[in-house]
């Protein structure tokens, strides 16, 4: 895991990446979502409402190595989220 991140420059994502694409793709689907609480056993709950994602024009617009950060970018989020929590 710890090899993908430096491949992938992860430790980076949110000083260095130019963030324009998640931010126009992603960012207003991105408040559809979230976390609102915790299982009987500790676990994060959140949902997503992906309907609202317009997966066949990201795919047309954008390169598998953007979806890719793109997606990292998500799930770095999350875990920032979980991380205050």
Not at 56 to 79: A, T, W, Y
């Amino acid at each position: 895991a710890v090899d993908w991140r430096k491949k992938h420059d992860i430790d980076h994502v949110f000083t260095s990446w130019n963030l324009e694409a998640y931010e126009q793709c992603l960012g207003p689907w991105w408040l559809s979502g979230g976390f609102f609480g915790h299982g009987k056993k500790g676990q994060a709950i959140a949902y997503e409402r992906l309907g609202r994602c317009n997966l066949p024009k990201l795919v047309q617009m954008l390169s598998f190595e953007d979806l890719l950060k793109l997606d990292i970018v998500h799930c770095e989020r999350s875990r920032a989220a979980l991380e205050e929590d």
